[in-house]
């Protein structure tokens, strides 16, 4: 039986109580026949909306069918068949996928997402992260939750998870970047977990964060921090994904690997070249990764690699923590001076 970490749920009840401030957000429930209910193009909020209750819905569907012993790729199938039943095939960009699952586990922050051939499975003594995007009418939901089947690590993802909704709770037009990531921080070093009998203090990974989404755009430009760091910057009206993650041990992830992630740059083109453009009807400016690739062209790795040195193409390769255990929570959010609307919050987190 999967385990979702039951306490969120009490996390989050507690989180209302001392934050009256959260009656200012507004979920998103709303029962819809989501294939016929799709926003006019040009209604960002509603597109934000929808494409939340369609997370919700992958997700919840997901939850039923992880158990020890799946396959990666087989998380991915469940996740990307789902979302394209749920999505209006006719308006989507990639079938409604908002970008590739990040499939991460235990040292493994981010970006990894298996080959085709990939034979990784999510196994008793893990804890894996679970990232994925929803798409409607461009605009992208990015939410991620954590989960194990071991209850060794629930102050690891409780961290994670009370961090985002810190983050959640006093993300708000004109407050301070680094005030807010020092808040952060102070939440997730308040836990500390004790796996295979070792107690181990728990801190974010810092060169890992939230980031502001534009239309189209995964990460738009703004990176929104985990710790107290030097910034005059502050929060604007906008879109943004609050994400934090929890590390029993390095706060640092670097790339080790190979990237299978990738994103058109678009503002560097290559005019005339093949690939390039097959990439660019295929996904415009949503991110994709190798399997998509192979759908419509053979030997495109070194090409694809070109493309990546010529920075045409970015690549996201997966970020690994020495010797840690990370947990990672999600949400994407609307603020402006006057509401936040919070689009992928369930009861499942
Ligand atoms: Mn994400
Ligand atoms: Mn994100």
């Not at 991620?144 to 909704?165: G, I, P």
Request: charged share 25%; proline share 4%.
């Amino acid at each position: 039986m999967i385990y979702i970490i039951k306490k969120m749920y009490k996390a989050f009840g507690d989180f209302r109580e001392i934050n009256p401030d959260l009656r200012g957000i507004q979920p998103v429930f709303n029962k819809i026949n989501i294939v016929n209910e799709y926003p006019d193009y040009n209604n960002d909020i509603e597109s934000l909306k929808l494409a939340g209750i369609i997370h919700k819905k992958v997700r919840k569907h997901l939850q039923k069918k992880i158990k020890p012993g799946i396959k990666l790729t087989e998380i991915t199938e469940i996740i990307e068949t789902k979302t394209i039943e749920l999505s209006d095939q006719n308006k989507t960009i990639n079938k409604g996928i908002g970008f590739p699952a990040s499939l991460s586990l235990n040292n493994c922050a981010a970006h990894f997402h298996p080959l085709s051939n990939d034979n990784i499975s999510f196994n008793k003594d893990d804890v894996l992260k679970i990232d994925f995007g929803t798409e409607v009418n461009g605009w992208i939901i990015d939410s991620a939750f954590s989960v194990c089947f071991d209850r060794k690590y629930d102050n690891l993802l409780l961290a994670s998870k009370e961090a985002t909704y810190y983050g959640i709770k006093n993300a708000a037009v004109d407050v301070r970047l680094d005030e807010w990531g020092e808040g952060i921080e102070e939440v997730m070093t308040s836990y500390e977990v004790k796996i295979n009998g070792n107690i181990q203090p728990i801190k974010p990974i810092k060169n890992l964060g939230g980031h502001n989404i534009q239309k189209g755009i995964i990460h738009g430009g703004i990176f929104l921090p985990s710790y107290k760091r030097e910034t005059n910057d502050k929060f604007k009206e906008g879109v943004y994904a609050v994400e934090t993650y929890a590390s029993t041990n390095e706060d640092y992830a670097k790339p080790i690997e190979e990237s299978t992630l990738y994103r058109l740059n678009p503002s560097n083109n290559n005019e005339g070249n093949n690939l390039l453009d097959n990439i660019k009807t295929h996904f415009n400016t949503l991110p994709f990764t190798d399997r998509y690739v192979e759908s419509f062209s053979n030997n495109y790795k070194q090409e694809l690699n070109n493309l990546v040195n010529k920075e045409c193409i970015y690549s996201y390769p997966p970020l690994y923590a020495n010797n840690s255990y990370i947990a990672q929570y999600e949400h994407t959010i609307y603020i402006d001076e006057n509401k936040k609307i919070l689009f992928s919050l369930n009861d499942d987190y």
